[in-house]
């Protein structure tokens, strides 16, 4: 059976694309183009509006490409909203991400590893799905569910077996990672266990690095462990902010303020020497005032963080936030989207310089070499693909002269 799998959204949604993808293979399929597979799965995002029609075009353009393939949409997008897919053709089938494997792949491997030819050394890992909390714009813990957590020893031999097998670096991944819980242990139990096993293993294991966590979730366990692990847990936190006015997390129920968020970052600085963040922020969220959106321009910029992502507040149906009468024109949301992408172009920037003749270890990949503080840099001379080598941090135009060469 040929199959082609499309995947669209965030990284969670990458990792399960790759699980199936790993599923199929090990049950006899091969990968093949769209226009080619018997079998096309669209995985889908709805974090925004704007990813629900991208998800839609998906599968109208995987109906197209093949009269006669099968078309099954899963992913969050068919989980809030089934019949917008199964309404396009009788060929569509939605299948919940729970029964994916299942339903697709029955006898595969139980586990079937994704790392090999066409893979990267650095390979994902979810660790949990789902999320308790419910920020008003958020509509992902709906489609989600319940915060679920893998079992430790599970996600151990997961880890080990990508290890063997030559991954050099390995990413946890979740909904709400920081809320990890199995049999009474947290991330930073996972994280311990993952690098005592590491020991064990050729190389000392593979370097770990934890994905997007939630502020509050950043506890006195993995600050220290992230200051005494000396790269092998990157120094490297994706911290969403979402807002930098306190009026406006409360608003969104964020749980915390502004300032409580400025001190956590400025703990992790001092207890963390050279630590790397990035941030999620929501531009023009509904009520946000002019000097709303100044605060967080000045916290984002005052925190140094090396690098925002940037979503204009979208309205997804069913969320509190949705239904507020005080929703900012389009036109706002979109130049306040600009402004701060700017301003991340700009806090990248300032994060290299500040590294550059600075030693960090780069784990080398196809054409490109990533720094444990996430930045890109050529390919030392002499390395391979699935390197880790230590790197002084080049000046930013020698790096993207090197890098266009
Ligand atoms: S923490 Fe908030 S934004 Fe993140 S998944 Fe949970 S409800 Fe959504």
């Not at 597979?37 to 599968?59: F, H, I, P, S």
């Not at 064990?200 to 593979?206: E, I, T």
């Not at 000097?291 to 992502?309: I, K, P």
């Not at 949301?333 to 301003?343: F, P, T, W």
Request: with cysteine; charged share 25%; aromatic share 4%.
């Amino acid at each position: 059976m040929r199959f082609s799998i499309v995947n669209l959204g965030c990284k969670v949604n990458r990792v399960e694309s790759d699980d199936v993808a790993a599923a199929l293979i090990s049950a006899g399929g091969s990968l093949a183009r769209t226009s080619e597979a018997d079998l096309v799965v669209v995985n889908t995002c709805t974090v925004t509006g704007e990813a629900d029609k991208k998800a839609r075009k998906a599968v109208r353009q995987a109906l197209r490409a093949n009269p006669s393939s099968t078309v099954v949409v899963t992913g969050c997008a068919a989980a809030i909203d089934a019949a917008a897919f199964t309404a396009l053709d009788p060929r569509v089938r939605v299948v919940p991400k729970g029964a994916l494997q299942q339903t697709l792949a029955p006898h595969a491997a139980p586990v079937a590893l994704r790392v090999g030819e066409g893979f990267r050394t650095r390979v994902s890992v979810k660790i949990q799905d789902g999320c308790d909390h419910a920020c008003t714009f958020c509509i992902v813990h709906v489609a989600r569910g319940k915060a679920t957590s893998r079992p430790f020893s599970e996600v151990r031999d997961e880890v080990a077996a990508y290890a063997r097998a030559g991954a050099r670096e390995v990413v946890l991944t979740g909904i709400n990672l920081g809320s990890y819980r199995s049999e009474g242990r947290h991330l930073p139990d996972l994280l311990e266990a993952l690098l005592a096993d590491g020991e064990a293993l050729p190389g000392g294991g593979p370097r770990l690095r934890v994905s997007s966590i939630e502020p509050q979730q950043v506890d006195r366990r993995l600050i220290e462990l992230l200051a005494r692990a000396e790269g092998r847990v990157c120094r490297h936190l994706h911290v969403p902010l979402q807002s930098g006015s306190t009026r406006v997390l409360g608003e969104m129920e964020r749980t915390y303020t502004a300032p409580w968020f400025e001190h956590l970052i400025g703990r992790l600085r001092a207890e963390v020497p050279g630590i790397a963040l990035s941030t999620d922020v929501i531009a023009g969220f509904p009520g946000e005032t002019d000097d709303d959106f100044r605060e967080t321009c000045r916290v984002v910029e005052r925190l140094g963080f090396g690098r925002l992502h940037v979503f204009p507040y979208s309205k997804r149906a069913g969320t509190p936030a949705a239904m507020r009468v005080d929703q900012v024109p389009d036109e706002v949301k979109r130049s306040r989207a600009a402004e701060l992408r700017l301003l991340s172009d700009e806090l990248t920037q300032r994060d290299y310089d500040r590294r550059v003749g600075t030693r960090e270890l780069a784990l080398v990949e196809d054409g490109v070499a990533v720094t444990e503080s996430y930045h890109e840099i050529p390919v030392p001379a002499g390395a391979r693909r699935g390197d880790l080598v230590e790197v002084v941090m080049p000046p930013r135009g020698d790096a993207r002269a090197r890098m266009q060469a």
